[in-house]
């Protein structure tokens, strides 16, 4: 016995981990799964720091200080929204350069130089380089960067550790992936990535504020700002940011941030955000302007092209009628159900993927495969399907002869040689006899099943674009159809139901509505179209929900990251912390001797120890008995306890000349790091173990706590809310009864659905 409760190297569990199984929280998946939470993801604590020390300092600092550090602050919210801004820039003129270098060859090689299967080799060739370099980098040099990385944003928001989720390696190799994917053509986007990216340059720059400013004057200035509550806040805005400049839409991506990470939302933070993103917005498209001003198509101001993502929509041409209502809520159940069906075959790829796609051999040649296969089914699409068009003048440099006569080309071919941007306006913008049915049909069942394919391989794609696309193809045959019977509805522009289908798949498979709607919105500076819009996406949702959890939802579960979704689980308000807090609790006196503290840490693997004062005792609430660990004084992190020890802090006056420093390394334990923190042996030399250490000053003195009679919803939203990592329980008397942490409550929620679905026990790894 080490110390107040605590066991050698035993992790306690709940109670509930009968019902559960949930003993096995810590070893490794034996099934791949949704319904089980991993041990490799850590919480993160976004409670403040609030210890003897740091009081002390704050009236030291004085009102001048606070001044100051706001003025940081947001100096740091502008630099971050200009690097993002700057990154943004920079993959979309690699991605522009690169893009219209193959389009041209391949144009070039079909319609004057070689013959079919040369020009399929050229293709592969185009195709298979840009994957190979893209997915050779993710795997062999940062695998953290593989996705959009979009789950990963929403579960760092929501309080979960995410390994180098902030690490600029894990930028770079983000960044040359995404430009990898839309040179190669894959069913993948540079949208959904440069969210991530934002957030990420939001978590590098801050980091780069630290550094700069600890170790001088500025100390006492940047001092306050460290910690993961403010680092969170500012990869919150730059997530924002990225989606900002990726859309044009700085308040579609302040509410993007806000829908998915409402759990700590306040309207300070959403002004910051907001001024981010309205930063980025600008930024990107004045760097945009003066980059492409020698365009080929001096006519075509660039401004006016990105400034609305998707053009301008005429409000003259643009219009709906309250007749078209039904139309509006079809257009939502097919998108919902598309986008289900969407989530439902990626999951089972997922699974297939994780059970047969395990080494880095086999995901290389994966991607290959899938290069090779778009190259293929490009060229054989264009071949099979001889659509000639000529009804519309369109940019020779877009589209291919083929076998058409002389004066026109090859419908489907300008599907494939030309970016996604310019496929998503020209489905938006062009008139009704520009697409046929055929083509278009085609080209979106192929999309369906790349952009299946591609998402889920080891590189950097997004699937905001691709479902866009998917969704404007069926939208625009929706149109044609719609005309052929009744002429009258839509005039001769199939713009709006091309945008409502875009709508509605894209609303099917993320679910987010509200930032959706905006986005839509500022994307095509039209607000007429809001009301159809949001019956659009708000049915997509409804109808997606019934059958499946939205993209995102589902690869988090997938993964097993401990999230705590915006409710807790339903009919749960009988079940009482008493039923799944650890109630072996390794407590730690106040006042000890440090070679305890040093076995205890040494013998245990928690994060975060009560302190407490007076003995071990019993307490009786309804017919359980409990123990109880002694009346609680104040709550310390195993972070905070390894410093203490390491730097041999208790052997000097607390506040000696070094009082800054020893403050310093305090609060640089409580924020976190790339890595997940290792767990670390200490030693320390025999004649200190007999030196009595107080805890006391380093303490939080005032953590978060619930009673034994607290039920799990009030408990779930006190974590959620208040982003915690861990909450002590106590008795009537204010004595320690047990302890709760997230994974408590995220493997919860997992039994109780399961339990409802009728299943007796669940996979809880
Ligand atoms: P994280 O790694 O994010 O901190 P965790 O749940 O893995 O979360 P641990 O501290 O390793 O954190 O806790 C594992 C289990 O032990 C949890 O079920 C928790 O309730 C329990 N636990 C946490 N701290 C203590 C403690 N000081 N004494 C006893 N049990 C604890």
């Not at 559960?20 to 089980?36: E, G, Q, T, V």
């Not at 409550?745 to 809880?764: D, H, I, Q, S, Y």
Request: net charge positive.
């Amino acid at each position: 016995m080490t110390g107040v409760g605590c066991i050698n190297h035993n992790r306690e569990r709940s109670s509930l981990s009968t019902v559960s199984n949930a003993s096995a929280l810590n070893s490794k998946p034996r099934s791949h799964s949704i319904n089980y939470v991993s041990s490799d993801y850590e919480s993160l604590d976004y409670d403040h720091y609030e210890s003897e020390l740091t009081v002390r300092e704050e009236k030291l600092n004085g009102y001048k200080t606070v001044v100051a550090s706001n003025v940081i602050r947001w100096l740091i919210y502008f630099s971050i929204a200009i690097c993002t801004a700057v990154v943004g820039i920079f993959i979309d003129t690699v991605i522009e350069y690169f893009c219209n270098w193959k389009f041209q060859s391949i144009r070039y090689c079909i319609d004057v130089k070689y013959s079919t299967v040369e020009c399929l080799i050229i293709w592969i060739l185009f195709t298979v380089l840009p994957t190979t370099v893209g997915c050779c980098v993710v795997l062999f040099m940062e695998p953290s960067a593989a996705g959009s990385g979009i789950p990963f944003v929403i579960s760092y928001l929501n309080g979960i550790r995410i390994p180098r989720m902030t690490a600029v390696r894990c930028l770079l190799v983000k960044v040359i992936s995404v430009v990898c994917v839309c040179i190669a053509g894959l069913g993948g986007g540079k949208e959904g990535p440069l969210i991530h990216i934002g957030a990420m340059v939001g978590g590098s720059v801050v980091e780069a504020w630290w550094k700069s400013l600890r170790n001088g004057p500025g100390r006492k200035i940047i001092g306050p700002l460290q910690n993961d509550r403010e680092r969170r806040d500012m990869m919150a805005a730059g997530a924002a940011a990225g989606l900002s400049a990726a859309f044009g839409s700085p308040v579609g991506g302040t509410l993007m941030s806000l829908e998915e990470g409402t759990s700590f939302w306040s309207s300070s933070l959403m002004w910051k955000v907001f001024f981010c993103a309205a930063i980025a917005f600008p930024t990107y498209n004045a760097g945009k302007n003066v980059l492409f001003t020698n365009n080929t198509n001096p006519s075509e101001s660039v401004h006016s092209k990105s400034i609305y993502f998707f053009g301008k929509f005429n409000e003259n041409t643009i219009y709906f009628s309250y007749s078209e209502f039904p139309i509006f809520i079809i257009f939502g159940i097919f998108g919902g159900l598309l986008g289900a069906l969407f989530v439902n075959i990626n999951y089972r790829l997922s699974i297939f993927r994780m059970k047969h796609v395990i080494s880095n051999r086999k995901k290389l040649m994966e991607s290959v495969f899938v290069a090779v296969f778009v190259a293929i089914i490009n060229l054989t699409s264009m071949i099979l399907l001889s659509n000639c068009q000529t009804k519309l003048e369109i940019s020779s440099s877009n589209v291919v002869q083929m076998y058409c006569p002389a004066g026109s080309y090859n419908e489907i071919s300008s599907f494939w040689l030309r970016t996604q941007e310019e496929n998503i306006r020209s489905f938006f913008h062009y008139p009704i006899e520009a697409y046929s049915v055929v083509p278009l049909l085609v080209y979106c069942v192929i999309y369906f099943i790349l952009t299946e394919l591609t998402v889920g391989l080891n590189m950097s794609a997004g699937l905001f674009l691709p479902s866009l696309l998917i969704g404007a193809a069926w939208g625009r045959i929706a149109s044609i159809v719609i005309h052929y019977y009744s002429p009258g509805t839509i005039g001769n522009d199939p713009g709006k139901y091309a945008l409502l289908g875009a709508a509605a798949q894209l609303g099917g498979i993320v679910r987010t509505t509200i930032s959706l709607t905006v986005v839509f919105i500022e994307a095509t500076g039209n607000v007429q179209f809001l009301l159809p819009l949001m019956i659009t996406l708000f049915t997509a949702k409804w109808t997606g929900d019934f059958f499946t959890d939205g993209i995102y939802e589902m690869q988090i579960k997938l993964s097993g990251v401990p999230l705590l979704v915006s409710e807790p689980p339903p009919l749960t308000s009988d079940i009482t912390t008493e039923d799944f807090m650890s109630d072996t609790v390794c407590a730690i006196p106040h006042i000890l001797m440090v070679g305890k503290l040093v076995d205890i840490l040494n013998n245990t693997k928690h994060n975060g120890f009560p302190v407490v004062a007076s003995k071990v005792c019993f307490c009786r609430t309804r017919n359980i008995e409990h123990k109880c660990y002694g009346l609680l004084k104040g709550f310390i992190l195993r972070s905070q306890l390894n410093v203490i020890l390491e730097h041999n802090l208790y052997l000097t006056p607390l506040h000696d000349e070094n009082y800054c420093k020893k403050l310093e390394l305090l609060r640089k334990s409580t924020y976190t790091c790339h890595d997940t923190q290792q767990f670390q042996r200490l030693k320390v030399d025999e004649d200190e173990r007999s030196i009595v250490i107080d805890l006391r000053p380093y303490m939080n003195s005032a953590p978060y706590i619930v009673r034994l009679e607290t039920s799990l919803p009030r408990t779930f939203r006190l974590f959620r809310t208040l982003g915690l990592r861990h909450i002590v329980v106590i008795n009537n008397t204010n004595e320690v009864v047990g302890i709760i942490t997230r994974k408590d409550l995220a493997k919860f929620r997992l039994w109780r659905k399961a339990a409802t679905m009728g299943l007796k026990e669940v996979n809880v790894y």
